[in-house]
């Protein structure tokens, strides 16, 4: 049931100037009329019912009643005025004049002769407004300080939300379909190993900010930094129309920026640093991971181990889409075709794509590095292992490379290598005191023919010096045409 005030408008309420003078004249003049009735009748009582008699003796007491209510009002009212009402009227307009975004609290002032109660009254506010001022700005400076702070290790809109939500520190999970983005540095870690520690966190923080404002550009979340990895989300917490065509767009991004980003460290003396992407859309589950003790907001599903497996499938400067993240471009993409690769655990092939542009509104297209097509002839015997993840799987094989370009080599294998396979090779070949240290590899092609089972490896990772002398072979081996 409906009370009888709701849905009223509240009724507008008068000033204590206007509700005092109305209360004061009013029963003055009511004092007044009950002794002019008294007067009139006391005096038809004793002197007799004499009606012209009775009648100007009404209009003397009337006049001088009336003389009596406008000295006794006028008078009444300037002291009134000047010791309770100004006073308050002065508190209530100070009140309206209250600034939340102001520090400061101004005092209100009031003549010496204010009442002590009213003097109370503005002093209690000012105390009361100072304690809650500085309550509000110790908040806003605390608010302010999470968001700076902790918006470096989560997602700004993540931490708006949470600080939003009364309950934000217990977003449950939920079901959402987001476009998931795995960038992974190509070699870092045997970079990293021959660096100053100092010197490589600082070059890897670089790299971080700089593929950050990307995805946040993008209104990519990012997830979390995976040792030399990103892992991006596109969705959350906030989704849009076209997440897989931003999570496309800021890939072939990230790989073009990568290219200015490795001009700018070359003058320091770092080498360049090459990273593969895996894009993958599907349904994941989003909320806050973990315990009371340690938790984290993020995704999980088995999207996220499809992106980080074909993350795994890219050499450098590649980006590689799932077939859900095709789909919903179709069209929009320029792509190679469809490629296929069985992986542990899947119980049908992994089917991708290699991008190399998206249309419009976006309109990027990757930049390739330059491919240095003439090769140098040269036989180097190696041992090669082939790799599972971070282990080492035997028996080893040996082999001798038919010819290297900069990031490639051409290798002779008594058996053919399984496509996409990450291999381990080490170069059974020393020249003036320098051995060659180990060389990783992805097999990118293969082929069968009567001499054997020549193959093309492209390096991701290979120690400065061996790299140094392998770019030496190239150039004695003459110009590129190109």
């Known amino acids: 049931m409906q009370h009888p005030d709701e849905g009223q408008q509240p009724k507008s309420r008068n000033g204590v100037r206007k509700i005092i003078e109305a209360g004061i004249f009013k029963r003055i003049l009511a004092i007044e009329m009950i002794l002019l009735v008294w007067t009139l009748g006391w005096r038809a009582y004793s002197q007799g019912p004499d009606v012209d008699e009775l009648f100007w003796f009404a ?104 600080l939003a939500s009364p309950e934000g520190s217990k977003i449950r999970g939920r079901r959402a379909v987001v476009t998931i983005l795995m960038a992974d540095l190509r070699g870092f870690t045997h970079l990293a190993e021959s660096q100053d520690p100092e010197l490589t966190v600082d070059l890897l923080n670089r790299f971080f900010g700089k593929m950050a404002r990307i995805i946040y550009a993008r209104d990519g979340m990012i997830d979390e930094f995976l040792g030399d990895g990103i892992l991006a989300i596109f969705g959350v917490p906030e989704k849009h129309a076209d997440d897989p065509a931003r999570a496309v767009a800021c890939a072939l991004e990230m790989q073009n920026a990568l290219h200015a980003f490795n001009s700018g460290i070359a003058a320091g003396g770092y080498p360049a640093l090459e990273m593969g992407i895996g894009i993958n859309t599907g349904s994941v589950i989003v909320g806050n991971i973990g315990s009371e003790i340690r938790s984290k907001y993020g995704i999980v599903g088995t999207a996220v181990n499809i992106a980080s497996r074909i993350e795994s499938l890219t050499t450098a400067g590649e980006v590689f889409i799932s077939q859900s993240t095709y789909e919903a471009l179709e069209g929009r993409l320029q792509a190679g075709g469809p490629r296929t690769q069985m992986m542990k655990g899947l119980v049908s092939p992994l089917v991708f794509y290699p991008v190399e542009a998206i249309g419009p509104p976006y309109d990027v297209k990757l930049i390739k590095a330059r491919r240095h097509r003439k090769a140098a002839s040269l036989k180097l015997p190696f041992t090669l292992w082939m790799l599972s993840g971070k282990q080492i799987l035997e028996p080893a094989w040996t082999g001798q490379t038919t010819a290297i370009t900069r990031n490639e080599l051409f290798v002779s294998l008594p058996r053919k290598l399984p496509p996409l396979a990450d291999v381990k090779l080490q170069v059974e070949f020393c020249r003036q005191a320098h051995c060659f240290g180990p060389i990783y590899a992805k097999v990118i092609d293969t082929q069968d023919n009567a001499e054997g089972h020549p193959q093309v490896l492209r390096i991701t990772a290979i120690n400065r010096e061996d790299r140094r002398i392998l770019q030496k072979w190239i150039a004695e081996a003459g110009p590129d045409p190109d």
């Open 59 to 162: 209009v003397r007491i009337i006049v001088l009643v009336a003389i009596i209510i406008a000295f006794v009002t006028l008078s009444l009212r300037r002291f009134l005025v000047r010791k309770i009402i100004a006073p308050l009227e002065a508190i209530a307009r100070a009140n309206l004049e209250i600034d939340t975004d102001a520090p400061e609290v101004k005092p209100v002032r009031l003549e010496p002769d204010t009442p002590a109660e009213i003097v109370q009254i503005a002093e209690t506010r000012q105390m009361m407004l100072e304690k809650i001022m500085k309550v509000s700005t110790e908040r806003l400076r605390l608010v302010n300080f999470i968001r700076e702070t902790f918006g470096r290790y989560l997602s700004q809109k993540v931490v708006d939300e949470i």
